[in-house]
């Protein structure tokens, strides 16, 4: 009966712990595949003059362990002056992320990193 207490009380300080660096590490691949994909948005204004619309006209597909948690979208305005873009990730609604704090991470042509108000060290 003790050693039962004992791993429950092990498993009620365990398993937050676990669960919120899974969704530290949920974040970080999904922060750094928007970085990526800024690094793509550059390489085809340079060649083409203009950014992608979508993720499809870049020409890449989401990794599956990233669309599990998040959905990523690219918006882009090429008729603005200059030209913009603004890529996000979004938490999916089954992936787990929905509880993290930092909420849907942005990141525009102007190389600026958004997240949910209030949130700290979300591009960390």
């Known amino acids: ?63 599956a362990e990233i669309a599990a948690k998040y959905t990523i979208t690219v918006a882009a305005n090429n008729a603005a002056t200059p030209p913009t873009y603004t890529l996000s990730a979004a938490p999916a609604a089954s992936g787990g992320q929905t509880s993290d704090a930092c909420g849907t991470l942005t990141l525009n042509s102007r190389g600026e990193k958004g997240h949910a108000a209030g949130a700290t060290r979300c591009w960390d």
């Open 1 to 63: 009966m003790i050693t039962a207490a004992i791993i429950a009380i092990l498993m009620a300080i365990a398993l937050p712990s676990y669960n919120g660096h899974m969704q530290r590490s949920n974040r970080a691949a999904a922060a750094s595949y928007l970085l990526e994909l800024a690094n793509m948005q550059e390489r085809r204004f340079l060649e083409r003059r203009a950014y992608a619309v979508d993720i499809a006209t870049l020409g890449v597909a989401v990794p």
